[in-house]
């Protein structure tokens, strides 16, 4: 299994262009999350999916839009990038999709810089 | 919301000290704390976890202490080893029907002197 993959692993934009970042994971996991880490910082929820066809607002949600596609994959999408969105950027997902608390499991992160 | 506020924000010790990190949360109804480790590039793993049933949870030479009265818990870490060098994070969570949703401490970068 390769857990849980992003892609791209870096990406550079200028301010206003968009991008999608790419999340798939083969574990059969119902809940999807996508964090974003800034420097010396904990990590802050943006949007989760608790279940395929559902998406919900995390800590930070502006300026940012996902989709569920599948069971397997959960995009974020950067509609107008800005300078104060240059993060690293984290997906998870979990094995159930509520009541309960389960291990959050991370794909290995997408660095991205808006110039 | 839920607050998580996490020190120090920096440990050094001495290879074989002990380090003890911790976290206070600022909600009551939060019964699940994970504690992950992330080394430099990388992505942040799960050492250890702990569920509000329980106060006290041992994997060799980490542990973590829970007291839910004072709302904090700890991470503890015995005989430190140059490899535990890292920046550790503790998180909090609470049941919902909308899946796990984890509010991170802002982090302890831990350094071990060999």
């Known amino acids: 299994n390769a857990g849980v993959t992003q892609t791209p692993k870096f990406q550079v934009l200028k301010t206003g262009q968009s991008m999608t970042l790419q999340c798939a994971q083969d574990?059969?996991?119902?809940?999807m999350y996508w964090y974003r880490q800034d420097p010396g910082m904990g990590l802050r929820l943006i949007y989760y999916?608790?279940?395929?066809?559902?998406?919900d607002k995390g800590e930070v949600p502006n300026g940012y839009n996902v989709s569920r596609l599948n069971k397997r994959e959960f995009s974020l999408r950067l509609e107008s990038a800005a300078p104060s969105q240059t993060s690293v950027y984290f997906c998870?997902?979990?094995?159930?999709?509520?009541?309960?608390?389960?291990?959050?499991?991370f794909g290995p992160g997408t660095r991205l810089t808006v110039l | 919301g839920e607050n998580v506020e996490q020190h120090p924000s920096t440990l050094s010790v001495q290879e074989g000290d002990s380090a003890v990190i911790k976290c206070t949360y600022s909600?009551?109804?939060?019964?699940?704390f994970p504690w992950y480790k992330q080394e430099l590039g990388k992505r942040p793993q799960l050492i250890i976890d702990?569920?509000?049933?329980?106060g006290e949870k041992k994997d060799q030479r980490i542990a973590v202490t829970l007291n839910k009265t004072a709302k904090h818990f700890s991470l503890h870490i015995t005989e430190t080893q140059p490899e535990d060098s890292a920046v550790y994070f503790c998180a909090a969570s609470r049941n919902n029907n909308a899946g796990n949703m984890l509010t991170f401490g802002g982090g302890t970068r831990l350094m071990v002197k060999p």
């Open positions: 909600d009551s109804a939060s019964n699940y």
């Open positions: 999916s608790a279940s395929e066809g559902t998406t």
């Open positions: 702990i569920r509000s049933n329980v």
């Open positions: 574990m059969n996991h119902n809940s």
């Open positions: 998870a997902s979990s094995v159930r999709s509520g009541g309960s608390t389960d291990t959050q499991y």
